[in-house]
């Protein structure tokens, strides 16, 4: 199971730090990932990190959010910085293990002045 935490409001300009923890270990995951779906519409990938160190964003976030994980944790993180209203959205994250994926429940960050 997935534990995501760290939404909130915050104004355009701020920042915010989501948090992913697992019931299990996350050095058997393939690949982590953070997900968002905006009001009224599908949900998107924002941000993947492999189990090799690979990173990738969407151009949309590129240079403001960052994705990282701590294994000792088995935290999985998202720092957002830069935040614009068009960030507005319940974040998810994933994790994919080899056998199946797991997914939090969703955390509501929204951005507004």
């Known amino acids: 199971q997935l534990q995501a935490s760290g939404g909130g409001l915050v104004q355009p300009g701020g920042s915010l730090g989501l948090s992913c923890v697992a019931s299990g270990n996350i050095i058997s995951a393939n690949r982590m990932g953070w997900y968002r779906q905006g009001p009224g519409l599908q949900r998107e990938l924002v941000a993947t990190?492999?189990?090799?160190?690979?990173?990738d964003y969407d151009d949309s976030v590129k240079g403001r959010f960052t994705i990282s994980r701590d294994n000792a944790k088995n935290t999985v993180y998202l720092q957002m910085n830069s935040l614009k209203p068009e960030d507005t959205a319940v974040y998810y994250c994933k994790i994919s293990y080899p056998l199946r994926d797991y997914w939090g429940q969703g955390t509501l960050v929204t951005v507004s002045s």
């Open positions: 990190a492999t189990s090799t160190g690979d990173v």
